[in-house]
């Protein structure tokens, strides 16, 4: 019974986390940089993104009917100047042809000056993500603009599991 309920939670979480996800990627479109609010509209720029990595899925494992646990590592450079490492795992639900993803990371600087952690949710239709990343840190240094930020994430991956992507801080 206890397995039951808790299985059953972790379908709400994943269902909330799937229609989330829809969200982001119908205000964030295809690349568009300007969004609509509900009660007046106004428009958001993104300007340049704030990191701008390259990576690889370095592990992938079936857990359930649909689902898979990814782990990816990746490199980049953070404010045109900061190279940084990012490290992570999510978990991914494919439902036809688009797969919604949840999972958590980790961005430190090459030269030990900071870490910040981040979680993440995001779609991906086979080639193309979209996503909304929440950051935090208690860095003092360069990845101090990380704490308690919102970003939004577009990025590609090939079929070999590499994988370039962009940030942006969504103000």
């Given at each position: 019974?206890r397995?039951?309920?808790?299985?059953?939670?972790?379908?709400?979480?994943?269902?909330?986390?799937?229609?989330?996800?829809?969200?982001?990627?119908?205000?964030?479109g295809?690349?568009?940089?300007?969004?609509?609010s509900?009660?007046?509209?106004?428009?958001?720029?993104?300007?340049?993104?704030?990191?701008?990595?390259?990576?690889?899925?370095?592990?992938?494992?079936?857990?359930?009917?649909?689902?898979?646990?990814?782990?990816?590592?990746?490199?980049?450079?953070?404010n045109?100047?900061?190279?940084?490492?990012?490290?992570?795992?999510?978990?991914s639900?494919?439902?036809?042809?688009?797969?919604?993803?949840?999972?958590?990371?980790?961005?430190?600087?090459?030269?030990?000056?900071?870490?910040?952690?981040?979680t993440?949710?995001?779609?991906?239709?086979?080639?193309?993500?979209?996503?909304?990343?929440?950051?935090?840190?208690?860095?003092?240094?360069?990845?101090s603009?990380?704490?308690?930020?919102?970003?939004?994430?577009k990025?590609?991956?090939?079929?070999?599991?590499?994988?370039?992507?962009?940030?942006?801080?969504?103000?």
């Amino acid at each position: 019974m206890r397995n039951s309920i808790i299985n059953g939670y972790k379908e709400i979480i994943i269902s909330i986390s799937s229609g989330i996800a829809i969200a982001v990627l119908l205000i964030i479109g295809t690349g568009a940089t300007s969004i609509l609010s509900s009660a007046h509209a106004q428009s958001v720029t993104l300007g340049e993104p704030f990191l701008v990595e390259k990576g690889k899925i370095t592990s992938q494992k079936e857990i359930g009917p649909n689902r898979t646990e990814f782990t990816f590592t990746g490199n980049g450079t953070m404010n045109g100047n900061i190279e940084v490492t990012s490290t992570g795992k999510l978990v991914s639900v494919s439902k036809g042809n688009v797969s919604f993803d949840q999972g958590s990371g980790v961005i430190k600087t090459t030269d030990g000056s900071g870490t910040a952690n981040y979680t993440l949710i995001d779609v991906f239709n086979g080639r193309d993500f979209l996503g909304a990343p929440a950051y935090s840190t208690n860095s003092t240094g360069g990845l101090s603009f990380l704490n308690n930020i919102l970003g939004i994430i577009k990025g590609e991956q090939e079929g070999s599991g590499n994988y370039a992507a962009e940030h942006w801080h969504w103000k």
